[in-house]
């Protein structure tokens, strides 16, 4: 194996905007949509109509899992531990809208609610741990009320909670109705009637007592950090912050498109990802300024979860000309905005971490891989076959700040797809290269 090293002497600093996420989808189709949760920085699950995807190395590879019901459409996940898993579906011919859990991390699944009675569309689920959860469904008619159930079992028992919100419906799934607890609530409805205004509605009772908050625009995504501090994004230029738990709110602004999702980062206010039309925008200041972070001309959010400040998920899904294009990005540093290079001695400089494309690419059976390194650690860089498992190790230790190329030698494999990923402490990145004996 050939390792070259090169260091660079900086004279002066040089800080860049960059935005970390991956894409990472190995075993995904080339077109779906849907919801996206995860539980840690491995674990994840994608839910696209009857489909269900399962990661545990953080999308290096997904698995496709049996359907819940035969014929049933999902429309949300949560997932709050390492084997608890629970879907909400949609009604589909004579299949009712119901709830799923799942105790083995997706393998089966056990029916815990449904009541063709009560609605034919869940929207929303939401399990805070393993005992305590929310989920909401479409109001069955313009005379019944939107249904919120509240579990405080793990779904032995789904509790109705709500007579009011009458004739209520959700207008764009999960993302107009957001729980920051299994008691405090926020709703934006639709309506079967023609004409009723749409507001925003809170609850601090689980569903049970609802309160309209003063609110005249139009949102098309709606998402709180905690009880108090919240966005609304609009299908224009609008969006609005929350401070106070919605008594009143603040024109903030932002660009041109669809929202689709919002997401905080779990302990920071301040650091806010969204998804609107076909563009990515992260804030620092809670919305209140906005960045574009450029994606690619396929890009367009669906769903963004994060477990911490550093891990996240992003589901991108477009429809082109002719096909669709659909991908996962991952991000192991917020996605967030870093210094790409200050002055310092070789020890401690400082710069981008990058992964290169192999080359030659397809290669038989020797080709280069370069990487960059921005401080001093432990790396790896290791490779995999199609099903996840690992077949070579390429650097294992640690490295000062740097350029880096590793000759791979494959001799011993057969032809087929591989991935390699190089993983620091602080980033991470996969990319696919092609052995042809």
């Not at 709180?224 to 609008?238: D, H, K, L, M, R």
Request: with cysteine; net charge negative.
């Amino acid at each position: 194996m050939k390792i070259s090293f090169i260091l660079f002497i900086l004279l002066s600093i040089s800080v860049l905007s960059v935005a970390q996420w991956e894409e990472r989808k190995n075993g995904l189709p080339n077109s779906f949509s849907g919801s996206i949760d995860a539980v840690d920085e491995n674990k994840a699950f994608i839910v696209w109509g009857k489909l269900i995807y399962r990661t545990t190395n953080a999308g290096m590879f997904w698995d496709s899992l049996d359907a819940v019901s035969e014929g049933s459409i999902i429309e949300d996940i949560s997932s709050p531990s390492l084997n608890q898993v629970w879907v909400c579906t949609s009604q589909n011919d004579s299949i009712p809208a119901s709830i799923f859990r799942s105790t083995d991390s997706g393998l089966t699944w056990d029916l815990q609610y449904s009541d063709a009675s009560k609605t034919n569309f869940f929207n929303y689920i939401e399990m805070f741990d393993d005992l305590n959860g929310i989920a909401m469904g479409d109001a069955l008619s313009a005379t019944d009320p939107a249904l919120f159930l509240k579990t405080t079992d793990g779904g032995e028992n789904w509790i109705s909670m709500n007579d009011q919100l009458i004739g209520m419906v959700s207008g764009q799934i999960w993302a107009r109705l957001d729980f920051t607890d299994i008691n405090t609530g926020y709703f934006y409805n639709s309506n079967y009637i023609p004409g009723i205004p749409q507001k925003i509605y809170k609850t601090t009772d689980g569903g049970a007592n609802w309160n309209q908050l003063q609110w005249n625009g139009y949102i098309t995504v709606l998402k709180f950090f905690n009880e108090n501090i919240g966005i609304g994004v609009s299908n224009n230029t609008s969006s609005y912050l929350t401070n106070n738990a919605g008594v009143s709110w603040s024109y903030l602004g932002c660009a041109e498109g669809w929202g689709s999702d919002i997401e905080f980062l779990k302990n920071d206010a301040s650091k806010v990802w969204m998804c609107k039309g076909d563009k990515l925008y992260g804030s620092l200041d809670t919305g209140k300024t906005w960045n574009e972070y450029p994606m690619g001309e396929n890009f367009h959010g669906q769903d963004i979860v994060f477990v911490d400040n550093n891990h996240g998920w992003l589901i991108s899904s477009s429809s082109g000309i002719t096909e669709q294009y659909s991908t996962v990005y991952y991000t192991n540093n917020g996605g967030s905005i870093i210094p790409n290079s200050i002055k310092g001695n070789e020890e401690n400089l400082l710069r981008e971490f990058s992964l290169n494309q192999n080359y030659p690419n397809p290669f038989n059976p020797i080709t280069n891989i370069e990487f960059q390194i921005a401080e001093r650690g432990v790396i790896s860089l290791k490779v995999f076959d199609v099903l996840g498992k690992e077949v070579a190790t390429l650097v294992n230790e640690e490295k000062p700040a740097g350029n880096y190329e590793i000759e791979f030698e494959a001799s011993s494999l057969s032809s087929g797809i591989y991935f390699y990923e190089l993983r620091t402490e602080k980033y991470s990145s996969v990319k696919k290269m092609i052995l042809l004996r």
